[in-house]
């Protein structure tokens, strides 16, 4: 049994990956201050003695009683539309909150796994996209909050790690999908399962031939507690699924899914700095972790599609 904080952890991914640490019997803390994450998301849990709710802010850690062996570090919002709409805070989480992360690691001797993403790579010019890739970002437009704050947020990991000796370990997470997502989440899987199910029309950003590789959120678990458990391991690590499609294939898919619907497809002005490409290069994680996603994309849209039915019925 460990002792595990995970902060964002009334978060989609958060959430889920709570389950999972209680299920396999650790005693864990969510920190969490709601700007994206939802009660009901950690409402199974509240009557499990192993489960506490820290309600605050990762920006505004101050509390040194605090001790953990491990530490998942998820507070960030992950959807566009909504690390946009603060995009100060937004910054500020990934930068200032992982650096109080990394610092209650220092004092306590945690292991800390950072939540990094794919959009550390920008609009990439290599594909798929290895670790080793640089990326490339714009740093002054929309989606830089979140890109540079994950990308600030990893040089802090390694130099925590080289100067202070922390042991931490940098996830890059591509998009993932499943139950828990909030209906509002915004993001393309839950937005088209949610314009479907409503009989709304799918809405999508430019031509629709921007492509991304998605995951299902057990495979992602499943690969954070696997980087978790590692004595050594060389990170940043690249954890997605690199079965790539465009968003007009996902958008059509949804709709194969959900035959009753009388949803079409609608196309509106691309958004800015939207990626065009996106896949994982896995061989790293597949190396030292052997781990592989095994989730096929039908089969995880259809449970998505199921958890979106009941969510909307509440
Ligand atoms: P989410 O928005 O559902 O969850 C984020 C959680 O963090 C929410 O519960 C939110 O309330 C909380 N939070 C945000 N800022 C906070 C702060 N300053 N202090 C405390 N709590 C705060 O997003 P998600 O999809 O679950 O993403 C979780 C993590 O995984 C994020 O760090 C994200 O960058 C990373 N990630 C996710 C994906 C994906 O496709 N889901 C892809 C790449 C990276
Ligand atoms: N997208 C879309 N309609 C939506 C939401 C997203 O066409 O309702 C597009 C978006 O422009 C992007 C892709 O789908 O090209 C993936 O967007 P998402 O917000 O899911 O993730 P991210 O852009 O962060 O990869």
Redesign the pocket.
Known sequence: MSKVLVTGGAGFVGSNLCRDLLNGGDEVWCLDNFSTGHRENILPFRSNAKFHLIEGDVKQLTDSDLSFRHIYNLACP????HYQKDPVGTMMSSVLGTKNILELARVTGARVLQAS???IYGNPNVSPQPETYFGNVNPTGL?AC?DEGKRAAETLCFDYRRQHGVDVRVVRI??T?GPGMAIDD???????IV?ALCNSP?????R?A???SFMFVDDLVAGLKLTMSQEEIDTPINLGNPHEIS?NQ??NLVLELLPESSSDII??A??SD???V?KPDINRAMRQLGWLPSVDLRDGLLMTINYFRRAMKE
């Open positions: 992950a959807s566009p539309i993403t794919s959009e989606r979140y591509f998009n999908y915004g993001r393309a899987v839950s937005n088209f314009q799918l809405i999508i950003y430019g629709g921007q492509t991304r968003i996902l958008a196309h509106r691309s958004l939207d990626p065009i996106r």
